[in-house]
């Protein structure tokens, strides 16, 4: 629906308004900011831009240099595409936009001239509208983006938080190897959440009518930075988990409780984000994993079951920094509900 709209906005104002008689290319550079990558949309209609202009000037040069001809359409293409790489660092949209000019003014311009200011003119429009469609008329929800590349972050460690626990419970090491292996596939996950953070805060920046969501979205951005840490956890407590059974330790009953907890506090701190609230309810579960912890390093004697402990409290400590408590107040609370004096 933006798509439809901003190529039917962008032809209207340019055929309608601005008089240019087929405004093919203002549709076509409004539809490719709309479906660039949210948190990419100004980015790419700069691009579009400055491929624009690079085309247009290979083009008319070659034209007057050596006149037209399919050696000269071919020249014209490669050395913009050529520029547009230098120039852009190899942007998709500057490399495409680059040469899709260099062959509209190397074909098109002996036989229609003066097309050069209406091609410019096209970009604008196209890129304008497509910004404005997106910001003003129909911006999305950041916090429903957030909350769709969040997810399945989410349910990984907590459910392999889970996996963990069970694995302890019934002493299977390939149980928490696989659990391992699978944390170790969250790459491109992770590398979704970053880019739906940026496309947030490029709505929050830009689109008026969600202005209001800006802190939401800092706040979730603290969560969001510290996502990769708390899979980190999981992977260290996987790894030490299958260590502890392959060694034939004992594991204190009260570990498996714990990692559970910790499942449901980073269940509950999504949740808990994405609606804006205080995370208070997941800090609580994790204060109690912290509790649990103590209870479990009581009687852990072997050396794996003893660094598992250590691992719970980490983790149990970033999901509290994750909650948006500085690392100061973190530690005092760690230190205060492990048992430690302050």
């Not at 120039?87 to 936009?97: D, K, P, Q, Y």
């Not at 800006?214 to 790894?239: C, K, P, T, W, Y």
């Not at 500085?326 to 492990?338: F, G, K, V």
């Amino acid at each position: 629906m933006q798509a439809a709209l901003a190529a039917a906005l962008s032809w209207f104002i340019g055929h309608n308004l601005l008089g240019i008689p087929a405004p093919v290319f203002a549709p076509s550079a409004a539809v490719g900011t709309i479906v660039a990558a949210i948190g990419q949309r100004v980015r790419r209609t700069t691009q579009t831009l400055i491929g624009v202009v690079i085309g247009i000037l290979v083009g008319d040069g070659l034209l007057y240099i050596v006149g037209p001809g399919p050696v000269q359409v071919g020249l014209a293409v490669g050395i913009a595409i050529a520029f547009a790489l230098i120039l852009s660092g190899g942007s998709g949209a500057t490399v495409a936009h680059a040469g899709a000019s260099a062959v509209v003014i190397a074909t098109l311009s002996p036989a229609d001239p003066n097309l050069e200011w209406p091609r410019i003119l096209d970009a604008l429009i196209g890129g304008a509208v497509g910004l404005l469609v997106v910001t003003l008329l129909f911006p999305v929800n950041p916090m429903r983006i957030l909350n769709r590349a969040a997810t399945p972050i989410v349910q990984l460690a907590s459910a392999e938080l889970r996996t963990i626990a069970t694995a302890l419970n019934e002493r299977d090491a390939e149980k928490a190897i696989a659990s391992l292996q699978r944390l170790r596939s969250s790459g491109p996950d992770l590398a979704r959440l970053s880019q739906a953070l940026d496309g947030a805060k490029e709505v929050v920046s830009l689109a008026p009518a969600r202005w209001q969501r800006r802190d939401d979205v800092e706040q979730f951005a603290h969560f969001a930075q510290l996502g990769e840490r708390l899979i980190s956890d999981a992977q260290d407590l996987a790894r030490t988990s299958a260590t502890a059974l392959q060694y034939d330790e004992v594991v204190p009953q009260e570990l498996t409780t714990t990692l559970r907890q910790l499942a449901d506090a980073t269940e509950s701190l999504r949740a808990e984000r994405v609606s804006g609230r205080d995370p208070q309810r997941a800090r609580a579960i994790a204060l109690e994993a912290m509790r649990g912890a103590r209870k479990a390093g009581d009687g852990a004697t072997g050396r794996f079951s003893q660094a598992l402990v250590t691992q719970t409290r980490v983790a149990a400590s970033d999901l509290l920094r994750a909650s948006g408590l500085d690392p100061e107040t973190a530690n005092r609370l760690t230190r205060e509900h492990y048992g430690e004096s302050a």
